[in-house]
């Protein structure tokens, strides 16, 4: 996988990654471990909760959809640093048995000014189910080398 730089990204440019597939085992586990919360841990809980039914915490959702991402090798071999997140939502619960797939889009490239050597790259990451409903959308922002310029 080559190496590359913000110069090397186009606006607009899109990746798509595999599939990951949960299981309620998987989700369960993760829950009881960072988000014990009935909708999460507890089938009969879960089925009289506001979701009407079991899912997975949006938190395991945004590491399934990193994992995706990691996959997908969008960057390339690039090393890529995150800065933080603009924007988080989960539209949609990711439940026990579904399948999941992450788009990522390239939304903006700009250079530093405070270390030119680097700039920062804001992405728009969309997965969906296998019905093809929304179950997380975020704008992280990423820390990524520039083209070294030539002596």
Avoid: C
């Avoid at 599939?19 to 009289?48: C, G, K, N």
């Avoid at 000014?113 to 922002?141: C, D, H, W, Y």
Wanted: aromatic share 8%; no cysteine; glycine share 8%.
């Amino acid at each position: 996988m080559s190496f590359r730089y913000l110069e090397d990204f186009i606006i607009g440019e899109r990746k798509e990654s595999g599939w990951f597939d949960l299981t309620e085992e998987e989700s369960v586990a993760f829950a009881r471990r960072y988000d014990p919360q009935p909708m999460h841990i507890d089938r009969e809980a879960a089925a009289h909760g506001p979701l009407q039914g079991l899912t997975a915490s949006g938190w395991q959702t945004t590491a399934i959809v990193m994992r995706l991402i990691i996959e997908a090798q969008p960057f390339g071999s690039t090393p890529v640093l995150g800065l933080g997140v603009d924007e988080v939502r989960w539209p949609t619960p990711l439940r026990p048995g579904d399948s999941i797939r992450a788009e990522i889009e390239v939304l903006s490239t700009t250079p530093s000014k405070s270390k030119p050597e680097f700039g920062v790259m804001r992405i728009q990451i969309t997965a969906r189910n296998q019905r093809g409903e929304v179950v997380l959308k975020m704008i992280p922002n990423l820390w990524i080398p520039r083209r070294p310029k030539e002596p």
